[in-house]
């Protein structure tokens, strides 16, 4: 078997059937598994999508073990000679395997292969190819040098925006939403670190694949990740989970560093969740509501039906094609387009903030966004 995928999912539903398709598309021709692990979302999320999907492999969890645990019950049962750790709401091509597996094949070095993730889009995630979170990268990450310099081999490091996303890099770090590995050395690491519950596991398992010998690659084969729309990065939550993974991370990797660097953390966590704080307040105080893109802008569908979608989704008035000025949400009929075909339209279409993209999941007759519901 030449392929193991193992996703956990939790409550998006529609996400999840959206990447299920998109794997399936890839997988075509190739002799592989897809294990699929609920962390008791809650919904009908596997019900749904087992229908739809009767030859991937469920495992229902019942309480939510967090994601390096699950992730873990997959993994040490994978059979392929590779092994793709995918999030739930992203979109791959065929490229991104064929690609992945090639590199692998002639690299014998590589041990894990990320891809050039965009969001929803089609703007490029920075998250794709990161280095090492040592004490110097991490204070210039938690006190904002690295936005202030963002070009900088020095203060820039954390996201590696001086290197190129466009060509092959050996990197660091690699995105838990996306890691190609090679199975043996997946299953010899003993998976992810169960001490992370959520954030952090990825940095920590990259860094393992490097002190055993191997490299980290970063590959510019596009694909979309619609990043996790119910985290909110500026949530008192999220700064401390984060930096709480951090600070196992340092424990047990950086153990010499601890009395310095758990200060410098802390300090982070303070002035985080006090900006947190403050923005919350303000919104409070000065209520207002913004129009979404979608309440404000006209439609554009793609399709070779747009009539029918049109009628489906109630949209009434609309393009048939871009206009080459002005703002437009976008809607892309996936009963036209393959899932390869959409994220290259993405790609090809990202405009600057003038474009927000939406795809219509035709066998659902459903508009799937990462900025509207998924319920």
Not at 50 to 76: D, K, S, W, Y
Not at 104 to 119: K, Q, S, V, Y
Not at 218 to 234: A, I, Q
């Amino acid at each position: 078997m030449e392929l193991t995928v193992v996703i956990v999912n939790y409550r998006v539903k529609y996400l999840l059937e959206q990447t299920l398709r998109s794997v399936e598309q890839a997988m075509q021709g190739m002799v592989g598994e897809i294990i699929v692990v609920d962390n008791l979302s809650g919904d009908d999320s596997i019900a749904f999508s087992r229908e739809l999907h009767p030859q991937v492999t469920f495992i229902e969890n019942q309480e939510n073990v967090g994601f390096a645990r699950a992730n873990n019950q997959a993994i040490m049962q994978a059979r392929g000679k590779f092994t793709l750790i995918l999030n739930p709401d992203t979109i791959i091509t065929p490229r991104c395997l064929r690609e992945g597996i090639e590199w692998m094949n002639t690299h014998p070095e590589c041990g894990a292969i990320g891809a050039r993730m965009m969001d929803g889009n089609g703007v490029f995630l920075p998250e794709s190819k990161r280095s090492f979170p040592t004490p110097w990268v991490s204070f210039c990450k938690i006190f904002g040098l690295s936005k202030l310099f963002p070009r900088s081999p020095l203060f820039a490091r954390y996201h590696l925006r001086y290197l190129s996303d466009l060509v092959p890099q050996c990197i660091d770090i690699l995105s838990g939403a996306y890691m190609l590995c090679r199975t043996d050395v997946l299953q010899q690491l003993r998976g992810f670190d169960e001490d992370f519950f959520m954030y952090g596991e990825d940095i920590d398992l990259s860094y393992r694949i490097v002190k055993a010998g191997y490299q980290n690659w970063f590959l510019p084969t596009p694909m979309v990740h619609y990043k996790g729309e119910s985290t909110h990065k500026d949530s008192m939550r999220y700064v401390r989970v984060f930096y709480d993974a951090m600070l196992i991370f340092y424990r047990k990797h950086f153990p010499r560093f601890n009395v310095i660097f758990y200060p410098f953390v802390k300090l982070g966590v303070l002035i985080r969740a006090g900006m947190a704080m403050a923005r919350r307040l303000i919104k409070r105080l000065v209520p207002t509501r913004s129009k979404t893109a979608n309440e404000l802008w006209p439609w554009v569908i793609v399709s070779d039906k747009p009539n029918d979608v049109s009628q489906r989704t109630g949209i009434k008035t609309f393009e048939e094609s871009i206009p080459t000025t002005g703002k437009y949400n976008v809607l892309i009929d996936d009963g036209c387009y393959s899932c390869a075909q959409v994220v290259d339209f993405i790609r090809e279409h990202s405009d600057s903030g003038r474009l927000a993209f939406h795809i219509f999941a035709d066998r659902h007759g459903i508009i799937i966004s990462p900025k509207m519901s998924q319920s």
